[in-house]
């Protein structure tokens, strides 16, 4: 049974940083890749970044490139994602996701996701 369980959400001025962690549990696979999704209300769910666990290649969308950086500790099966430089419009539910097959921002390719953690950024 696989969970996925982030935290570190909450409310941050522009300019701010922000760490979130997605803990996974139950994942028997020694390869796979860890996603961040968010989506704000209204809008389509957007891909974030990737990491491959067993790897650690990572990519980024666009819109957060050279702000946002994922990484994992490996040792507790945490993934992270530092967000530095937070603007309004990366207001949103932020959700982690897991997938045995590829590594992408598609979100047809996850099996699992978390429950989500809000992040709200104020100007």
């Known amino acids: 049974q696989v969970q996925l369980v982030e935290s570190g959400g909450g409310s941050v001025q522009a300019g701010g940083s922000l760490r979130l962690s997605c803990a996974a549990s139950g994942i028997t696979y020694s390869s796979y890749c860890m996603a961040w999704f968010r989506q704000a209300p209204g809008k389509e769910r957007e891909g974030v970044a990737h990491?491959?666990?067993?790897?650690?290649?990572?990519y980024y969308a666009n819109s957060v490139k050279g702000r946002f950086t994922i990484s994992q500790d490996i040792g507790k099966n945490v993934v992270y994602l530092q967000m530095n430089s937070l603007k309004p419009e990366d207001t949103a539910m932020y959700y982690c996701a897991a997938s045995v097959r590829w590594c992408t921002l598609n979100t047809e390719f996850y099996n699992y996701w978390g429950q989500g953690t809000q992040v709200t950024v104020s100007s």
């Open positions: 990491i491959y666990i067993g790897g650690g290649g990572t």
